[in-house]
Protein backbone atom coordinates (compact mmCIF):
# COMPACT_ATOMS: atom_id res chain seq x y z
CA UNK A 1 0.00 0.00 0.00
CA UNK A 2 1.44 3.44 -0.78
CA UNK A 3 1.19 5.49 2.22
CA UNK A 4 2.71 9.36 3.41
CA UNK A 5 3.71 8.78 6.65
CA UNK A 6 4.53 11.12 9.76
CA UNK A 7 6.60 9.05 12.08
CA UNK A 8 8.69 9.48 15.24
CA UNK A 9 5.16 11.16 16.71
CA UNK A 10 6.27 12.51 20.45
CA UNK A 11 2.96 12.12 22.79
CA UNK A 12 2.37 15.58 23.11
CA UNK A 13 1.91 15.34 19.25
CA UNK A 14 -0.01 11.47 18.85
CA UNK A 15 -2.79 13.62 21.64
CA UNK A 16 -2.70 17.23 19.85
CA UNK A 17 -3.07 15.16 16.36
CA UNK A 18 -5.83 12.59 18.03
CA UNK A 19 -7.88 15.63 19.37
CA UNK A 20 -7.71 17.47 15.94
CA UNK A 21 -8.89 14.40 14.17
CA UNK A 22 -11.28 13.54 16.81
CA UNK A 23 -12.83 17.09 16.03
CA UNK A 24 -12.66 17.27 12.47
CA UNK A 25 -12.69 14.43 10.42
CA UNK A 26 -15.08 11.57 10.13
CA UNK A 27 -13.95 8.73 12.37
CA UNK A 28 -14.52 5.18 10.33
CA UNK A 29 -16.17 3.19 13.41
CA UNK A 30 -12.98 1.38 14.21
CA UNK A 31 -10.72 2.43 16.40
CA UNK A 32 -7.73 5.24 15.33
CA UNK A 33 -8.79 5.09 12.21
CA UNK A 34 -10.45 8.61 10.30
CA UNK A 35 -11.44 9.41 6.88
CA UNK A 36 -10.23 12.29 5.10
CA UNK A 37 -12.83 13.49 2.93
CA UNK A 38 -11.40 14.66 -0.73
CA UNK A 39 -13.23 17.62 -1.97
CA UNK A 40 -15.58 17.65 -5.14
CA UNK A 41 -13.18 20.11 -7.03
CA UNK A 42 -10.30 17.37 -6.74
CA UNK A 43 -12.37 14.79 -7.76
CA UNK A 44 -10.76 13.48 -11.38
CA UNK A 45 -12.37 11.58 -14.08
CA UNK A 46 -14.56 9.53 -13.38
CA UNK A 47 -14.61 9.95 -9.85
CA UNK A 48 -17.38 13.23 -9.61
CA UNK A 49 -19.56 11.44 -11.72
CA UNK A 50 -20.22 8.37 -9.20
CA UNK A 51 -22.78 9.80 -7.19
CA UNK A 52 -23.42 6.94 -5.33
CA UNK A 53 -19.87 6.37 -4.48
CA UNK A 54 -19.86 9.92 -2.55
CA UNK A 55 -18.05 10.57 -0.08
CA UNK A 56 -14.56 9.83 -1.24
CA UNK A 57 -11.89 9.60 1.19
CA UNK A 58 -8.60 8.82 1.92
CA UNK A 59 -8.17 6.75 5.42
CA UNK A 60 -6.01 8.14 7.63
CA UNK A 61 -4.16 5.75 10.87
CA UNK A 62 -2.85 7.25 13.76
CA UNK A 63 -0.86 5.71 16.02
CA UNK A 64 1.13 7.10 18.96
CA UNK A 65 4.46 6.90 17.32
CA UNK A 66 3.27 7.96 13.59
CA UNK A 67 0.32 9.22 11.35
CA UNK A 68 -0.07 7.08 7.95
CA UNK A 69 -2.19 8.59 5.26
CA UNK A 70 -3.36 5.84 2.55
CA UNK A 71 -2.51 7.07 -0.71
CA UNK A 72 -5.96 5.25 -2.18
CA UNK A 73 -9.09 7.33 -2.41
CA UNK A 74 -11.95 5.05 -1.37
CA UNK A 75 -15.53 5.12 -0.99
CA UNK A 76 -17.85 4.71 1.89
CA UNK A 77 -20.48 2.55 -0.24
CA UNK A 78 -18.94 -0.25 -2.51
CA UNK A 79 -15.84 -2.54 -1.73
CA UNK A 80 -14.82 -2.18 -5.08
CA UNK A 81 -15.43 0.29 -7.83
CA UNK A 82 -13.23 2.14 -11.05
CA UNK A 83 -13.44 5.63 -9.22
CA UNK A 84 -11.32 4.19 -6.20
CA UNK A 85 -7.67 3.94 -7.74
CA UNK A 86 -4.88 5.69 -6.01
CA UNK A 87 -4.09 9.16 -6.29
CA UNK A 88 -3.42 10.83 -8.91
CA UNK A 89 -0.47 13.76 -8.64
CA UNK A 90 -2.72 16.42 -7.61
CA UNK A 91 -4.94 14.52 -5.20
CA UNK A 92 -1.75 12.94 -3.69
CA UNK A 93 -0.03 16.37 -3.42
CA UNK A 94 -3.48 17.84 -2.19
CA UNK A 95 -3.41 14.89 0.81
CA UNK A 96 -0.14 15.83 1.31
CA UNK A 97 -0.26 19.83 1.87
CA UNK A 98 -3.65 18.83 4.18
CA UNK A 99 -2.11 16.80 6.56
CA UNK A 100 1.18 19.06 6.72
CA UNK A 101 -0.84 22.45 7.58
CA UNK A 102 -3.06 20.43 9.94
CA UNK A 103 0.74 19.58 11.90
CA UNK A 104 1.99 22.95 11.11
CA UNK A 105 -1.23 24.24 12.93
CA UNK A 106 -1.19 21.76 15.75
CA UNK A 107 2.56 22.97 16.44
Not at 21 to 30: F, K, P, W
Request: glycine letters at 2%.
Amino acid sequence: MKQYVIDQLRPNDYFKIKAYLDMNLRQSGIPDIYWLILPQNMQEGNQAEHADCQPLYFALELSQSALSCELLVRTLSHVRCDCMRYASLAQRNWLIQTIDDICDQLA
